[in-house]
């Protein structure tokens, strides 16, 4: 009896010590917001072929697994990566070989700055994009007569920080022959005292950019490539590139031209990409489908219903308050927006649209209905959703704001001028877009406004500028509490761009984007979160920081 028992105890012990599985990664000692639930945290996550494969205890995972990198985080806080769901990745990178316009305190600083870059660089062409002239003393838009002084042979551009208008010299609007008597639908060329001022609004813009030296493919992986590092080091893992400010971007090949850098393992980040909503990428995409890969995601069209509200060109119901003979300018025509809505609502593509005054986004709401016919969860998407009319927010119900907190803090000082104190109340109404669909995506619209996601976290909780400005914040009513801020740039953002399977979460299975973070943003005091250092930025499991 006893010869039987031996070999079979034996084998049971040689049995319990076989070798533990093999991961790649394991994280231990962190203090998690998984996103999972509410509030859900953990403690410790284990990493395989780029995706979470186990969440435990710091000590249950090292016990049950062998990996050859064990990261100890001693006690920081971890997010899932952060993603943006409105900005413009293409244009953050190609801003890095322009003018830096970007608070800019006056007109003089302004050409102080195109004087120094083209001592710098003497380029033949000089862009440049950032000026606000609301931050200026004088809000007047800016004349073209000292520009052309100082640069009467070369072309210079110098685009607001919105992107809905243009500053030219006299060489710039000679490139497209524009005269006094240029118009062109959804633009305006402004001309005062019969003379051209140099200002280009919105699709006026065209008539310059049309004849501009292109990028070539150099320049445009260069600025792919300056765009990525400075996301991944605010955190930032997937991008909604909301496309570019001038439609006649050949989209279709700058497309292929990531989708190669992305398999060649240039290009790490990932990137949902709003197509312009022209005829000619209508006929291409809707013809080839949906592109997805585990990076690069083509299944959405951007179409512009108005300009800014900054520049006037914001469509609005009711004339500017400051400007009674104005009311904004339609960049698309609505029937172009009706048809091309039809179309799309008979595929699976998604339809993201730009709508910044009460007019806009009335139009816009009325053509998806109309198009989506009780369609369901289709997540059109109304991009800025920013001054909306009472009776139109129940339209929102079926239709997800894509909203930029930091837009309603920079605006604050000069919004209510635009719309006067009746409309205002419908303006940057994130809390209740929020509660009419129960999802809201939250963005930057970076360069417009700074990179960091944690300024738009601060701005959507706190609605107060950096100098703690208002006292009570702007409008707080419609401030977010931390989580849903939290979510917004995470799983409801993801949501937003059919992802939320894939990414937004710290989750078995899903995608291993996440990031390391200095302090915990749910607990410190609300005024210490923009000042949030990302330490390492993860996507699928490995870092991309040095």
């Not at 280009?200 to 070539?216: G, K, R, S, T, Y």
Request: glycine content about 6%; overall charge negative; hydrophobic content about 40%.
């Amino acid at each position: 009896m006893k010869k039987l028992i031996l070999p079979f105890i034996f084998l049971s012990i040689f049995s319990c010590q076989k070798e533990k599985p093999q991961v790649d990664a394991i994280v231990i000692n962190a203090n998690i917001y998984t996103l999972l639930d509410e509030f859900d945290k953990a403690e410790a996550f284990a990493i395989k072929d780029g995706r979470f494969f186990d969440l435990a205890s710091s000590n249950e995972l090292q016990e049950k697994y062998t990996a050859d990198t064990i990261i100890n985080a001693e006690g920081l806080t971890i997010l899932p990566g952060l993603i943006d769901a409105h900005a413009h990745f293409l244009t953050l990178g190609q801003l890095q070989k322009q003018v830096n316009l970007i608070g800019t305190t006056s007109f003089d600083d302004m050409i102080m700055r195109v004087l120094d870059f083209h001592k710098e660089h003497n380029m033949p062409f000089i862009k440049g994009r950032g000026w606000d002239q609301n931050d200026w003393e004088d809000k007047n838009m800016p004349d073209k007569t000292i520009l052309d002084k100082l640069f009467p042979n070369t072309p210079v551009a110098l685009t607001r920080i919105d992107g809905h208008a243009s500053f030219c010299n006299q060489a710039a609007l000679d490139l497209g022959n524009v005269t006094i008597n240029s118009t062109i639908e959804g633009g305006e060329v402004e001309v005062k005292d019969g003379k051209l001022t140099g200002i280009l609004l919105d699709n006026a813009e065209q008539l310059v950019m049309n004849n501009w030296p292109e990028f070539n493919q150099e320049q445009l992986v260069e600025a792919l490539l300056a765009a990525q590092k400075i996301c991944f080091e605010n955190g930032l893992t997937t991008i909604s590139d909301a496309g570019p400010d001038i439609f006649t971007t050949p989209w279709i090949e700058t497309i292929d031209l990531i989708d190669s850098l992305q398999k060649s393992g240039d290009l790490k980040m990932r990137l949902y990409m709003m197509v312009p909503g022209t005829e000619t990428n209508l006929n291409h995409y809707l013809n080839k489908g949906i592109t997805k890969t585990d990076r690069l995601n083509v299944r959405s069209f951007k179409f512009y219903a108005d300009g800014a509200l900054g520049s006037r060109g914001a469509l609005l119901r009711e004339p500017y308050s400051d400007k009674q003979d104005t009311y904004g300018l339609p960049v698309m025509s609505l029937n172009h927006i009706k048809n091309s809505a039809s179309r799309i609502a008979d595929s699976q593509f998604q339809m993201n649209t730009h709508a910044i005054g009460d007019s806009a986004n009335h139009q816009v709401l009325l053509a998806y209905k109309d198009a989506l016919l009780g369609k369901q969860d289709r997540r059109w998407r109304i991009e800025h959703a920013q001054v909306v009319s009472p009776e139109d927010f129940q339209y929102f119900d079926h239709i997800l704001p894509s909203v930029q907190p930091t837009h309603a803090t920079s605006d604050m000082y000069w919004a209510e001028d635009r719309v006067g104190e009746e409309r205002i109340h419908g303006a940057y109404a994130y809390k209740k877009l929020l509660e009419q669909y129960g999802k809201i995506a939250l963005g930057t619209d970076f360069p417009v406004e700074q990179v960091s996601p944690f300024l738009t976290f601060y701005a959507a909780v706190v609605r107060q500028d950096l100098e703690h400005y208002p006292e009570g914040g702007f409008q707080s009513e419609n401030g977010l509490t931390r989580m849903e801020a939290l979510k917004g740039m995470t799983i409801w953002a993801a949501y937003s761009n059919f992802e939320e399977e894939e990414k937004g979460s710290i989750e078995v299975g899903k995608l291993a984007d996440f990031i390391i973070i200095d302090r915990d943003i749910m607990k410190v005091p609300i005024d210490d979160v923009p000042n949030t250092k990302v330490l390492q930025t993860y996507v699928g499991g490995e870092p991309q920081l040095n």
